[in-house]
Structure formats: C-alpha cells, structure tokens
C-alpha cells in the first residue's frame, strides 16, 4: 500500500506533536525546581525529544545543561548525521557514553567539512591571547576572543571547554564578555605534554595528563575553585577543580601561578577586552547576529 504524501506529513507531524508532549510531561515530573528550569529552557531551545533530554540527564555529570543544548542540535542536523553514518559513528545518541564522547565525534564531523582557520596565526596574535607568563612547564594565557580562545586549544581536540570549541556553540564570549560577574579565564597549559583522552569520563582532576590543559576562572577578582564540572575552573576533561587539586597538579609553581592570576585579574578589574565586543554588539546588529549565530535560547539571553 502507497501512503499519500499529505497523509505522510500528516503522521510525522502528529509523531513529533506527541514525542514533543512526552518531552514536555517528561520535564514537568521532575521534582527538583532549577533542574526543572534548565530543562525547560533546553526543551525552548530546541531540544524536543524525550529521549534526547533523558540522554543529557544521565551522561551530564556535573555540566550544565544550557552547555550541552548546541552540541544536542548541532548533532540532530540533517547534513551532521549523514556525515556521522559516513564516519560509522552512533547515529543513536545512547550510543554515548558521555558528552565527551559526542564531542569527539562532532569536532570530526567539523573537520570533515570545516572552511579552513589559521589558529596557528590567532594564537600568536596579541589581539586574540595575551601570553602572561611561563613558569616551570606552564604557560599561561589570557584568551581576548572566542578565535583566540579556541587557537589556545591547539590540536583543537586537547580539551572538551564550551570556550574553544571551533564549531558550534562557542560560549567563550557568554563567559566572560556579558554584564554581570567579572570573570577572566586563565588558560594554564603544560604544551610538552597533551591529554590521553579528555572525551573520556573522568572522576578526579588531573588524571590521565588532563592537567596539561587547565582552565582556572575568577569571579569578581576571586579565583573560583569549587569542583564544579563544566564550570570556569576546569581540567581538560572538564573536571571541577578545587584549591586542593589545583596545588597539587601545579606542584611547586602553584604559589606563583596564583600571584600571578590575581595580579592580573587587579589589573584587568572589569575591563576584560571580551566587554568591549559586547557593547559594540549591542549596538551593531549585524555583529551581534554573527556572534550568536549557534547560540540557543537561553545563551542568547545570557548574552544580551
């Protein structure tokens, strides 16, 4: 029996109205309130699928899920999955073990189909990443853009960070260029080594050399070292780091990093360059637009 192509519109209509309507009972059940909220607001941003939602619930850890939303639609793109079933990779999102995994498999998808970059040339650009210091085997960098944020990432796969992604949703100027907090994103990067793995889950900072990429951010002139996963101080696998890791990942050199940083971050005192960006978006549309192009809802409000 042939289906008629209106009675076939008809019946994917009526699967996504109903897939959608389990997605929206599915998020009302859930009895914590923010955690609610931040499903809510992924479901607005486009990600409708139950299945999907359920997805980042068991794999996120501790990352928000505002950070996870890009990577979800960029994923469900048409021309991203037939370039995954070229790549014999799970089509399945289940088939992910982590969201570290989803994005190795999305930065091979951008690598596939990528315009070519030079990052070589961005991260040696004093307009894009202010070089602070080297002490010991650490170098020290302060990213200005998102370009330069993602050229100190130099293999561009060395980290998983929201902030050097070179493809979909880049939340570097979400961070650190938008009203509000003062935050600085401090890059403290051993280049003599590189992460065996950071798409692999990992539990504690530093293993497996992810302390050879790290991300140590300051909120309001303050260093923020709570453990947070996904959050500003980070390892390369995007493990929370406290005071206590970050001491013993950085040895000997960790008293003169940290005088370092605050040093800078007296200097920088809520003039980080990102914030020039933000108000010249804000009064340039077309700026604006490019800088949010593969933002979600919820980033797009973040950033205004």
């Not at 002490?135 to 050097?164: E, F, Y």
């Amino acid at each position: 029996m042939q289906i008629k192509k209106s009675a076939l519109k008809k019946l994917i209509y009526e699967m996504l109205l109903t897939e959608s309507r389990r997605a929206e009972e599915w998020i009302s059940k859930i009895k914590n309130e923010e955690e609610r909220q931040a499903y809510q607001a992924a479901y607005d941003a486009g990600v409708q699928n139950e299945s999907d939602l359920r997805w980042i619930q068991k794999v996120r850890g501790g990352e928000p899920v505002e950070d996870i939303v890009g990577d979800i639609l960029q994923f469900r793109k048409e021309n991203v999955q037939n370039i995954i079933s070229v790549l014999k990779e799970p089509k399945d999102l289940f088939g992910y073990k982590s969201v570290g995994e989803l994005r190795r498999v999305l930065d091979q998808v951008h690598d596939s189909e990528k315009e070519k970059i030079d990052y070589a040339e961005a991260f040696q650009s004093e307009i894009n990443v202010r070089k602070i210091a080297t002490v010991g085997p650490w170098t020290i960098l302060m990213p200005l853009t998102v370009r330069g944020s993602s050229s100190c990432d130099i293999s561009g796969k060395d980290t998983t960070w929201c902030t050097t992604k070179r493809s979909g949703q880049n939340l570097f100027y979400s961070y650190v260029g938008r009203y509000g907090d003062d935050i600085i994103l401090f890059y403290i990067m051993d280049y003599n080594r590189k992460p065996l793995n950071p798409y692999k889950m990992q539990n504690i900072a530093g293993v497996e050399d992810n302390d050879s990429r790290m991300c140590v951010g300051y909120i309001n002139g303050y260093p923020h070292l709570r453990g947070e996963n996904g959050g500003v101080s980070v390892d390369a696998a995007n493990v929370g780091l406290r005071e206590d890791d970050l001491e013993r990942l950085l040895g000997s050199d960790y008293e003169k990093i940290m005088n370092i940083l605050g040093e800078v971050s007296d200097e920088i005192a809520g003039q980080h360059p990102a914030k020039n960006v933000m108000e010249r978006a804000t009064e340039n549309p077309a700026l604006f637009r490019h800088l949010i192009k593969d933002y979600g809802y919820e980033e797009t409000i973040d950033f205004n």
